[in-house]
């Protein structure tokens, strides 16, 4: 069997607009979501809003768009101008790459999400908050999105980013969070030690430069993987192999579960 290309997933798009089918184009989409070549997007796009306008639902759609800055607009407009009874309907997944501006209203859109019963599960947002993060999370008048479980910020902020966080409305409903290639340099993690996500069962801080073993202690000791089963503390930190015979035995079956060393 032939592989898959990118045009042979724009070319479905078009047919399935063509025709009308709102299905075949709802599959395209999720496939098309993985490239971040900005022909795909602009594709991707045209055919999310055509779903849109039709009452189509394309579940677990997954936006992935390039860092190219009239994309990035664009994306915040599709979203921003959605209306609440439209946001997240049928999406279960989204997926915004490099999106530097989202840090702006990533707590206004998920906000959006759960205001007409949103189905959202999993969020990924990396590379989106460089230096910067949200000024908070959270709103007075509160959030209700309980689908809300997996949530993946690799490559994110330091500084206050952590301290937000630790802070968000959504952080004790995840069963999952990725923290990847993050800076974890000195104390910065801390705000985030002090948390007890009881439904957190998944943690990824692979990659994360500064996560040496005084630090790895402090983690593994924390309320935060008080109940974690999956660790990955593996690639580029600063870990030796015999650390895992430094921590208790959950943490030890948690590192080996996600396949400690590697």
């Known amino acids: 069997m032939e592989p898959v290309t990118l045009e042979d997933d724009l070319a479905e798009v078009r047919k399935a607009i063509k025709k009308d089918h709102e299905y075949a184009a709802a599959d395209a989409i999720t496939r098309l979501g993985t490239s971040r070549d900005d022909a795909a997007l602009e594709m ?57 501006r989202v840090s702006g209203y990533a707590a206004a859109m998920l906000r959006r999400f759960g205001a007409n019963g949103g189905k959202l599960r999993r969020l990924e947002l990396p590379g989106c908050f460089g230096n910067l993060a949200p000024n908070t999370w959270n709103f007075d008048g509160g959030m209700d999105l309980p689908s809300l479980r997996e949530v993946v910020l690799d490559g994110a902020a330091t500084g206050d980013f952590f301290a937000t966080l630790a802070h968000a409305w959504f952080l004790p409903q995840l069963t999952e969070l990725s923290l990847a290639s993050t800076y974890v340099f000195a104390d910065r993690l801390d705000p985030l030690l002090s948390v007890d996500p009881l439904a957190l069962e998944r943690l990824s801080l692979r990659d994360c430069e500064g996560l040496r073993a005084e630090l790895f202690e402090k983690v593994a000791t924390s309320a935060l993987v008080r109940n974690v089963k999956w660790l990955d503390v593996g690639g580029r930190t600063d870990l030796r192999g015999d650390t895992i015979n430094r921590v208790s035995s959950q943490i030890t079956d948690a590192m080996r579960a996600a396949g400690w060393p590697r």
């Open 44 to 100: 991707l796009l045209n055919a999310f809003e055509w779903a849109r306008m039709r009452s189509c639902e394309p579940a677990k759609t997954a936006l992935v768009a390039s860092p190219h800055p009239d994309v990035s607009v664009r994306i915040e407009a599709s979203l921003l101008e959605l209306p609440d009874s439209e946001l997240g309907q049928g999406l279960e997944e989204l997926c915004l790459l490099d999106q530097y």
